[in-house]
C-alpha cells in the first residue's frame, strides 16, 4: 500500500501548478496529436457522407409523402406476389427501399460530378 501512496505522490508532485499557464505547458504523453490522416481516406469519407446523409434525407422525406396517401398493409394484396406483411415491417422495408434509391441517385451524381477518380472541381 505504500508504494501505491508513493506513486500517487509522486504523480501529484509531477502535475503543474494551478498558478503555471496552460499555454506554456507541455501535453502529456497520452494527448499527442496522431499522425496526419491519409487524405484519401478522408476524401473518400467525405464523398460517402455527401451521398449517405442527403439521401438518408430525401428517403424521411419519400416515405413520409409516400406514407401518407398509402397504408403499407393495403399494399401487399395487390403486389404480384401477394406479400402479407405488418405495417411497422412495410415502413421500414419502404424506408429502405426509398433510401437505396435517392443513395444510388446521390453516388451517380456525385460520380459524374467528381469522376471515378475524385477529381475536384477548381473552387
Excluded at 478522408?42 to 430525401?58: E, T
Excluded at 415491417?89 to 471515378?116: D, Q, R, S
Aim: aromatic content about 14%; some cysteine; charged content about 20%.
Amino acid at each position: 500500500m505504500e508504494e501505491s501512496d508513493q506513486k500517487t505522490q509522486e504523480k501529484l508532485s509531477e502535475a503543474p501548478s494551478p498558478d503555471e499557464p496552460l499555454i506554456d505547458r507541455p501535453l502529456p504523453q497520452a494527448y499527442d496529436l496522431p499522425e496526419k490522416p491519409d487524405p484519401r481516406r478522408c476524401l473518400l469519407l467525405q464523398y460517402i457522407g455527401a451521398v449517405v446523409w442527403p439521401s438518408f434525407l430525401a428517403a424521411c422525406a419519400g416515405s413520409f409523402f409516400f406514407f401518407a396517401m398509402f397504408d403499407p398493409v393495403s399494399l401487399g394484396p395487390i403486389t404480384a406476389w401477394e406479400i402479407h406483411l405488418s405495417r411497422e415491417m412495410g415502413y421500414t422495408l419502404g424506408f429502405l427501399l426509398f433510401w437505396a434509391l435517392t443513395a444510388g441517385c446521390n453516388a451517380v451524381t456525385a460520380w459524374l460530378i467528381y469522376g471515378f477518380h475524385g477529381n475536384k472541381p477548381s473552387p
